[in-house]
């Protein structure tokens, strides 16, 4: 069992940046490739950015490229997602999720990862 804790999410205006952080429990965090996930109101969720357990291989939905970056900490167990130039269009829940010895190339769907958190909420006003 993983248990996954998100914090950082909050209220910023738009150009505005936020550093969202993602803790995980556990001995063998390295194993896991990390997702973080967003679902806004009325719409499907979406993939951010996934990391693989070592941290080089990375993956980017196209409308946050250039903007947000995901990183990982292996030894303090947390993975992070960098936002900047922040769009109202970003205003979502976020949640960050764990794949057990996931692949970057086959892990843009939610349905494959085995723990997710409890979400933190962006908001971005104009």
């Known amino acids: 069992q993983v248990l996954l804790v998100e914090s950082g999410g909050g209220l910023v205006q738009a150009g505005g940046s936020l550093r969202l952080s993602c803790v995980a429990s556990?001995?063998?965090?390295?194993?896991?490739?990390m997702g973080w996930f967003r679902q806004a109101p009325g719409k499907e969720r979406e993939v951010v950015a996934v990391?693989?357990?070592?941290?080089?291989?990375?993956y980017y939905v196209d409308s946050v490229k250039g903007r947000f970056t995901i990183s990982r900490d292996n030894a303090k167990n947390t993975v992070y997602l960098q936002m900047n130039s922040l769009e109202p269009e970003d205003t979502a829940v976020y949640y960050c999720a764990a794949r057990l010895f996931g692949r970057v190339g086959d892990s843009q769907g939610g349905k494959d990862y085995n723990y997710w958190g409890q979400g933190t909420q962006v908001t971005v006003s104009s």
């Open positions: 556990g001995r063998t965090f390295s194993n896991y490739l």
């Open positions: 990391i693989s357990g070592s941290g080089d291989g990375t």
